[in-house]
C-alpha cells in the first residue's frame, strides 16, 4: 500500500532562502508599490493607452517577454502587468515583482462557474481558495485551502460597493488539470463552498502569505460548469466584462496601504 505521506509534495520546507531566489534571475526596475495584475492583454493595452501610460520594464519567460507599464491614477503611482497563465508561472512572476518593489496587489481574472444563475460577466470576489494544484504546497504547509490578505479584500469589496457593481463572495477551486475537472470533483467543490474555478488563485494568495505582501483578487464568471454539458458562452470574448474588471482593480489596490514585505 502506497503511504500518502511520502508524496513530495507534502515535504514543505520553510527555509527562507532557496537556492534560487527572484533577485537572481531579473532585471530590476523601478516598480509602484501598486500592482494590478491582470490576465486580459488586450484589456492592459487599452487601459495603458487611455492613461497615457509607459512601459518600465518585462516580465519574460520561455514564452517570450511581457511588458510591465506604469499609469497615474488620482495622482499615485500603480504597475499594470501581465499575469502568468497557471500556478507556476504566476507565483514566478508575483514573485519577482515583489522583489522588485511591490507590495500590495489586485489580479483581475476569469473563472470558470460552477454553480448555476452566475450570468457571463458576474464578478466574483473569492474568499478563500481549495488548493489542488501544486504551487501552494512549497510556499505553505498543506491544508485544504487558503485565503487573500484581509485587507486587499476589504479594499475590493469596498471598490465594487462604491461603484455599484453586483459581485458575490465565495470559495473558489484552484486546479493544475484543465481537462481533468471531473463531474464527480465538481460536485464535491461546489459542496464545500466553490463558486469558481481557475488555475492561480490559491498559489497567489499562498506566496502573498509567504512574502508578506497584501493579495486579493476579482473574477469575472466565464464558461459554465454547472450542467451536464460545459457550456464555454464564448467568455474570452467578453470584452465589457475584461475592461471592467481591470479598472475596478486599479481603483481597489489604491484602497490598500502598501506594507512592507518580510522577504
Given at each position: 500500500m502506497t503511504n500518502l505521506d511520502d508524496a513530495p509534495i507534502l515535504e514543505f520546507d520553510s527555509a527562507r532562502e532557496a537556492v534560487l531566489e527572484p533577485h537572481l534571475a531579473i532585471k530590476r526596475f523601478d516598480l509602484p508599490r501598486h500592482v494590478v495584475l491582470c490576465f486580459f492583454r488586450d484589456a492592459i493595452t487599452a487601459f495603458v493607452e487611455e492613461l497615457g501610460g509607459r512601459e518600465i520594464g518585462k516580465l519574460g519567460s520561455e514564452m517570450g517577454w511581457f511588458p510591465v507599464f506604469e499609469v497615474e491614477i488620482d495622482g499615485q503611482r500603480v504597475a499594470v502587468a501581465q499575469a502568468g497563465v497557471g500556478a507556476p508561472l504566476a507565483a514566478g512572476w508575483l514573485e519577482e515583482l515583489i522583489t522588485l518593489g511591490g507590495r500590495a496587489f489586485v489580479a483581475a481574472g476569469g473563472a470558470g462557474v460552477l454553480v448555476p444563475d452566475l450570468a457571463m460577466g458576474h464578478v466574483i470576489v473569492p474568499t478563500a481558495a481549495v488548493r489542488d494544484?501544486?504551487?501552494?504546497y512549497?510556499?505553505?504547509?498543506?491544508?485544504?485551502?487558503?485565503?487573500?490578505?484581509?485587507?486587499a479584500l476589504e479594499a475590493i469589496v469596498r471598490t465594487l460597493d462604491a461603484r455599484g457593481v453586483p459581485h458575490v463572495l465565495g470559495k473558489t477551486w484552484t486546479?493544475?488539470?484543465?481537462?481533468?475537472?471531473?463531474?464527480?470533483?465538481?460536485?464535491?467543490?461546489?459542496?464545500?463552498?466553490?463558486?469558481?474555478?481557475?488555475?492561480?488563485?490559491?498559489?497567489?494568495?499562498?506566496?502573498?502569505?509567504?512574502?508578506?505582501?497584501?493579495?486579493?483578487?476579482?473574477?469575472?464568471?466565464?464558461?459554465?460548469?454547472?450542467?451536464?454539458?460545459?457550456?464555454?458562452?464564448g467568455w474570452p470574448h467578453h470584452d465589457t466584462g475584461r475592461d471592467l474588471l481591470l479598472r475596478l482593480a486599479a481603483e481597489a489596490v489604491l484602497r490598500i496601504e502598501a506594507r512592507d514585505s518580510r522577504s
Open positions: 494544484e501544486g504551487t501552494s512549497h510556499y505553505l504547509p498543506a491544508s485544504r485551502d487558503v485565503a487573500p490578505t484581509a485587507d486546479t493544475d488539470g484543465i481537462y481533468r475537472e471531473t463531474r464527480d470533483k465538481v460536485r464535491r467543490r461546489v459542496a464545500e463552498g466553490c463558486l469558481t474555478v481557475e488555475m492561480e488563485a490559491a498559489a497567489f494568495f499562498a506566496v502573498a502569505q509567504f512574502r508578506g505582501v497584501s493579495f486579493g483578487q476579482m473574477l469575472y464568471a466565464g464558461d459554465d460548469l454547472s450542467g451536464e454539458a460545459w457550456d464555454g458562452r
